[in-house]
């Protein structure tokens, strides 16, 4: 939740931030369930490999997502450009 605070202030201070509702709405969404998927990977798995693997992979998710919707890496009808 406090990661939702950065781009608040940053609005205070520069012109160069401009978030929407939708957009603090959005990240909260992703925030969430990125939290909720490690604890639900932390509680179902008890080899650190698996657990390291699944958990990278949920990062990277999260990652490859919160470009698409800012800068529309790839292109695609959920472009944030």
Known sequence: MSLLFIPLIGMQFSEEVQWSLFD??????????????????????????????????????FLLLWAEFAVGVFGSPLAGN
């Open 24 to 61: 603090f709405i959005t990240m909260g969404v992703l925030l969430f369930c990125l939290g909720i998927g490690i604890h639900f990977i932390v509680k179902k798995t008890t080899q650190f490999k698996k657990r390291f693997l699944f958990i990278s992979l949920t990062i990277a998710l």
